[in-house]
């Protein structure tokens, strides 16, 4: 089983592919920088540089959001049109949910987060066990202090991952104190390689039904609903 995963749901621009559940190749970049315009370079130069040619691949997993409502359409949009074009399956994985197995190892509660503006964050809170990734509570758009007052309820030590974490450490610090447990700023960046694994444990999605996961709709598309 040969596996493309691409995650453009953020800053971050990811590919890699997995071999029989080895990682071959990634790629990672993260700078602020336009993914239409890298996307399919990254994976052009990646399957080069591994003498592969598109026809070798098998499945396709790709970061569905939420995130950058742009960044996510990128990505899905690219997985959509290779799965198609090369008659392959195709699966959409959370991007939260991705982000979380940068805490497979720890005892306690995942929390990863993107910040989505006006103090408020796209967020969930996961526990692994027994090698499992299990949804503790549910992803949601929620204001960040009603959040961590939610969570602080669950008494538990929590690992914060996020690519946006400066924006929130003393705050989380302030309500959590040493239940908070933050890592290095390596550990806050989405490998592309978890989305893979993630993506080989998934049923396919249907091609042509999967759609971004935003968790709250863009705010011009809102003010026109509204109006």
Known sequence: MNILAIDTSNQVLGVSILKNNHLVGEFTSNVPKTHSLRLMPAIVQLMKELNMNPSDLDKIAVAKGPGSYTGVRIGVTTAKTLAWSLNIPVVGVSSL???AYQ?????GCVCPFFDARRETVFTGLYKWTNGKLAVHFEERNILMKDWLKLIKNENQHVLFI???I???KDMIKEQLGDLAMIPEEVYHIAKPSHLALAGLMKKPDDTHLLVPNYLRLAEAEAKWKKE
């Open 162 to 164: 996020s690519p946006h």
């Open 97 to 99: 949910e991705v982000l």
């Open 103 to 107: 805490g497979k190892f720890f005892n």
């Open 166 to 168: 400066e924006l929130y």
